[in-house]
């Protein structure tokens, strides 16, 4: 099973609402990424987890918190959110992390379309 | 921070015809790799080459990589509809705990 699925595929939330983000893979992947992904741009890396530890924070905003409950599960928790962070985020799975790994190829899931009104 | 940056933007050809995308990046590199990602989708994972490596094959792709140039390209032969596509590249730099997209290329595949 090379697959990582993530729900739900799409979300419209309000700014004052709390939603979570989910995403599971079962591939025994030690690594786990939350990207953020705007209209006609690439990919941007928001958190990395290592081993069920979050590993990297690239300076996101406290309004998304990210969550590893187990090696096969990340959640991304999403609280007053603002209308820009409207995107697609895409969570990702690697055997390992990028500098450990004889292999960096990561495995994309289809991405939560969220939109922020 | 983008690491590389693509050429053409966006790229429209005939179905068969040969489709070639590059990539160009700043600071050394261990490796580059390339991702598709169908429109509003998630990316796949299409060929990795490393630092040492000069050109790697996969079916219809062909990467090449040039570090004293900094620059790689993707070519896809016999280009078919279902090609159509955004092609990402990607870097890991040397010694770097993270996988870096450039812009990207939007491919166009006319049948």
């Known amino acids: 099973d090379t697959e990582v699925t993530q729900t739900p595929k799409h979300l419209v939330m309000g700014m004052t609402n709390k939603k979570s983000l989910k995403c599971e893979q079962h591939m025994g992947h030690r690594a786990m990424y939350w990207y953020k992904q705007k209209a006609k741009k690439p990919p941007e890396l928001m958190f990395v987890y290592s081993y069920e530890k979050l590993s990297i924070n690239e300076s996101v905003p406290s309004r998304f918190s990210p969550e590893c409950p187990n090696s096969s599960l990340l959640n991304l928790h999403l609280h007053a959110l603002q209308p820009e962070d409207s995107a697609l985020y895409l969570c990702?799975?690697?055997?390992?992390?990028?500098?450990?790994?004889?292999?960096?190829?990561?495995?994309f899931g289809p991405g939560t379309r969220l939109t922020v009104t | 921070s983008q690491q590389g940056e693509e050429d053409p933007q966006a790229l429209s050809i005939q179905e068969g015809e040969n489709a070639t995308m590059n990539c160009s990046y700043k600071t050394s590199i261990n490796n580059l790799q390339w991702y598709r990602q169908n429109s509003g989708r998630g990316l796949v994972h299409l060929i990795l080459i490393r630092s040492n490596e000069r050109e790697k094959h996969s079916g219809r792709l062909r990467v090449t990589l040039d570090t004293s140039k900094k620059s790689s390209s993707l070519l896809i032969t016999a280009s078919r509809a279902a090609d159509t596509a955004s092609y990402f590249c990607?870097?890991?730099?040397?010694?770097?705990?993270?996988?870096?997209f450039g812009a990207g290329t939007i491919l166009r595949v006319k049948s």
């Open positions: 990702a799975s690697s055997q390992d992390e990028v500098w450990q790994s004889k292999s960096y190829e990561q495995y």
């Open positions: 990607a870097t890991v730099l040397r010694y770097g705990n993270k996988l870096v």
